[in-house]
């Protein structure tokens, strides 16, 4: 019978040879639905009742239960893997490699490397009556459109008391994580002549007026929502990129501003995204 530590090498190396890649880039993008059914047949040997929820074509989510009732633990990761530069790897990225101690391989840390130790974890109980459920989650689409999640979100499911999600930390846990927004602004004027600011309307000028009102929400943000938890100890809100105009004899008709705000765990999306509009509407 193989050790635990063999079990895991073993369930981690066929977790990386089962490419699962999930991309924006459609060129890129692949199902996951070979690693959850791989993740659902061990957990089946485990005694966990195994759920899988599809999501979308090739993709699913499973969840996986041992025991029953409310409440329970939640053992949480995403089974897809970014793409990845074949030049660039000293070994093939879709076989796992162990060299220097270490094994390589794409997703063998994030994050398909938490889903055999989280098993090997959860064997110890598999002949215990557990008062309250243990569910492995292992879900779709993480590193792209965030199908998985969403879907899970929309059904509710699953509920428990606690989460720990595999995420690589660098072994120190992270109790807590900060929100991301991304946001847009379009502001439209009316092009025309630079000689007569009559003939116009200039967005860019309107973006100036817009861009003053987010610096001045931001300040405000970082007052209301700081946390010393965090090393960043406050929300951030970053003017990322910005389109707008062609010529500087031209006033400019349409400007575009995207930027970010990471919001500290008091502070809740869509009452920020309600504050911003409502900011926006006086100008
Ligand atoms: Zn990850």
């Avoid at 949480?76 to 390589?104: A, I, K, M």
């Avoid at 927004?181 to 817009?210: D, F, I, K, Q």
């Avoid at 406050?234 to 389109?243: D, E």
Wanted: with cysteine; aromatic share 6%.
């Amino acid at each position: 019978m193989p050790t635990s530590a063999q079990r895991i090498t073993e369930q981690l190396g066929q977790l990386v040879g089962t490419p699962s890649v999930s991309s924006t880039d459609s060129s890129w993008d692949q199902g996951n639905r070979a690693v959850v059914d791989l993740l659902a047949g061990w957990v089946e040997d485990l005694g966990f009742t195994a759920e899988v929820q599809e999501v979308g074509p090739d993709k699913a989510n499973l969840i996986a239960t041992l025991g029953s009732g409310p409440g329970g633990l939640v053992l949480s990761g995403h089974t897809d893997t970014v793409p990845f530069d074949e030049g660039r790897w000293q070994s093939d990225p879709l076989c796992l490699t162990e060299r220097n101690d270490r094994f390589y391989g794409l997703g063998s840390t994030d994050m398909k490397g938490f889903f055999p130790i989280a098993l090997a974890a959860a064997a110890a109980f598999r002949d215990e009556q557990l008062a309250q459920p243990l569910i492995l989650l292992a879900t779709a689409d993480e590193e792209s459109s965030m199908n998985g999640a969403r879907s899970l979100a929309q059904l509710g499911r699953p509920k428990s008391r606690a989460a720990i999600i595999g995420e690589p930390t660098s072994l120190v846990p992270v109790r807590m994580h900060k929100g991301i927004m991304m946001e847009s602004v379009t502001v439209t004027g009316r092009a025309g002549h630079s000689s007569n600011p009559e003939l116009g309307n200039s967005a860019l000028e309107g973006m100036h007026a817009v861009i003053a009102q987010l610096l001045a929400f931001r300040t405000e943000l970082s007052e209301r929502f700081s946390n010393d938890f965090f090393n960043v100890a406050y929300p951030t809100l970053n003017l990322g990129c910005i389109h707008g105009g062609d010529s500087p004899n031209r006033i400019c008709g349409r400007t575009e501003l995207h930027f970010d705000v990471r919001m500290t765990p008091a502070g809740d999306n869509a009452t920020v995204r309600g504050e911003i509009d409502q900011r926006l509407a006086t100008l």
